[in-house]
């Protein structure tokens, strides 16, 4: 099954296994014909376009963001290229790191 868009109507009808490769388009007021060869390497080339747009997706939950280094703003997720950390989790990772600071300035104080 493809979807064929027709370029005279401009509307979309649905291609199965069943039918011819070439014929004339679906839609009953429309004299284009189409071509099934042509229409699959159309589809083809809009998602070469999609591939090439390099869209980032988060590795937690999949939803689209903006950069590498970033807070989904789906699942709140805190994004590093292809690792996720709760947020939750990072604030903690701050505590404890803060408390270790702390500890070793206090041990070079005394
Ligand atoms: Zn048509
Ligand atoms: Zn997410």
Not at 24 to 47: G, M, P
Not at 58 to 79: A, K, L
């Amino acid at each position: 099954m493809l979807k064929i868009h027709c370029p005279e109507c401009k509307k979309s009808f649905l291609w199965t296994d069943d039918m011819p490769t070439k014929g004339k388009c679906l839609n009953t007021d429309c004299e284009a014909n189409y071509d099934i060869h042509s229409a699959l390497k159309q589809n083809i080339d809009r998602l070469a376009v999609v591939a090439e747009k390099k869209i980032l997706l988060c590795p937690s939950c999949g939803e689209e963001i903006s950069s590498h280094f970033t807070i989904c703003r789906n699942c709140r997720h805190v994004v590093l290229d292809t690792m996720f950390i709760k947020e939750s989790h990072l604030f903690m990772g701050v505590c404890i790191l803060l408390i270790v600071l702390s500890l070793i300035l206090k041990y070079l104080v005394n």
